[in-house]
């Protein structure tokens, strides 16, 4: 399941920074996660590194994006080698 940021966000830049994906981007006015890059951290951690650095947790599974781990781990995988 890729994640997704809710209205609680703050803004504060934590959660960019520590995505391996480079799957979070500025939004209007919260933070945006994009769907197609999120791994939830699969490949990288054991867990999604933004939720643990997110100060206000305001980031949660998007119900419209469900993935199983095994989707997740083939999207790391594709994402792995565009770059």
Same mark, same amino acid.
């Given at each position: ?8 966000? +703050? #803004?504060?830049? #934590? %959660? ?7 799957? +979070? ?6 933070? +945006?996660?994009?769907?197609? &890059? %999120? ?11 933004? +939720? ?5 947790? #305001?980031?949660?599974? @998007?119900? @419209? ?12 995988? &594709?994402?792995? &080698?565009?770059?």
């Amino acid at each position: 399941m890729s994640l997704m940021i809710n209205n609680e966000c +703050i #803004a504060c830049d #934590a %959660c960019r920074e520590e995505c391996p994906n480079e799957a +979070i981007d500025d939004g209007e006015p919260i933070y +945006i996660i994009d769907p197609d &890059k %999120c791994t939830e951290c699969i490949g990288y951690y054991d867990e999604p590194s933004c +939720i643990s650095v997110c100060p206000v947790d #305001a980031i949660i599974p @998007d119900p @419209d994006n469900v993935e199983s781990i095994d989707e997740l781990k083939y999207k790391f995988q &594709k994402l792995s &080698k565009s770059e």
